[in-house]
């Protein structure tokens, strides 16, 4: 599918809005937005200018220029002349309801509404569109949004193929990786595979198994090494050796569904939330919370770079 030519709106400015707005602009769009925040347009500009080198580092469009940035105090006059909107607002039902009310009625018919939310579902987003709902989804990045490329693109029962499609051809448009959820979940799916890691640390925190910072050290030091370059299931294949995958589940399945049976919940009481807390800064005693993030995202414009042409690599 042609990408749509004309502005992109983006609704809500805020660490993810900001993010979202300064990769359209270096993908050379022009982008209007809106956020209902006291300063609210200073502050997106500042963050723009801040995470401007980042993107320069990885790569402009022809036109990628932060001048193309206009903001408005009125959401319909944001989404009146966009081809694609993304809207970022508080996880909020009575929010979303007000704000979707307001797009769905402002939008030309074609333009897709898609939505950053990680915890309110498609169709409940199309229910609050009583004109154009089947051009509503969700597209959820993931932090920070304008270096991480991953996109799950999560229709509604009711979403068109049409809008499916617009939306994978514009987020590829940015250097993105869409990825197309084929069930609506709460939490669609990477946050669930987060989730299902994050019960297991708890537990073993809780359990005094492991401290918070060996937890963090067993994934950042091993697994999650591997996991940068290729998913879990790759990388499970490679360490069957000529084998592969079969070799691995043959041999190594009925152990793993022990573990997987031995996993244990977690509730994430009072007492376990201070545990968890307490150990992070514990874990990060000494260290600068903002040198912390620079490096972070250096470290991840690197390993974008390096994987940049490794077409090996899925």
């Excluded at 597209?139 to 994978?168: Q, W, Y």
Aim: with cysteine; glycine share 10%; hydrophobic share 40%.
């Amino acid at each position: 599918m042609t990408e749509p030519d004309g502005p992109v709106a983006v609704i809500g400015t805020g660490v993810i809005g900001a993010g979202w707005a300064a990769l359209f602009l270096a993908a050379g769009r022009e982008v209007v937005a809106h956020d209902p925040g006291v300063g609210a347009e200073e502050r997106l500009r500042d963050d723009v200018a801040r995470l401007w080198p980042s993107l320069a580092r990885l790569g402009m469009a022809d036109g990628g220029v932060p001048d193309r940035l206009t903001f408005t105090d009125d959401p319909a006059e944001a989404v009146s002349e966009a081809v694609f909107v993304q809207e970022n607002g508080p996880e909020r039902s009575d929010i979303k309801q007000r704000l979707f009310t307001t797009l769905d009625q402002a939008a030309a018919p074609n333009t897709v509404i898609a939505s950053s939310s990680s915890g309110i579902a498609p169709s409940q987003l199309q229910a609050m569109c009583t004109r154009y709902p089947e051009r509503v989804l969700v597209g959820h990045p993931f932090h920070p949004c304008h270096l991480i490329p991953l996109v799950e693109v999560v229709p509604g029962p009711g979403t068109s193929e049409t809008a499916i499609d617009r939306a994978m051809t514009v987020y590829s448009s940015l250097g993105k990786r869409p990825i197309r959820i084929r069930q609506e979940l709460p939490g669609h799916v990477v946050n669930r595979l987060q989730a299902a890691l994050w019960q297991e640390a708890y537990s073993l925190v809780e359990r005094g198994v492991a401290s918070v910072a060996d937890i963090d050290a067993a994934i950042s030091y091993g697994p999650g090494l591997r996991w940068a370059l290729l998913g879990p299931l790759v990388n499970q294949h490679l360490s069957g050796g000529p084998g592969g995958l079969a070799h691995v589940l043959e041999h190594l399945g009925p152990p793993t569904e022990q573990w997987m049976r031995d996993l244990r919940p977690a509730r994430l009481s009072p007492a376990l939330v201070e545990q968890l807390v307490s150990g992070v800064d514990e874990e990060l005693s000494g260290i600068d919370p903002n040198e912390l993030v620079a490096q972070r995202d250096e470290l991840l414009i690197q390993l974008l770079e390096a994987k940049r042409g490794r077409t090996a690599l899925p």
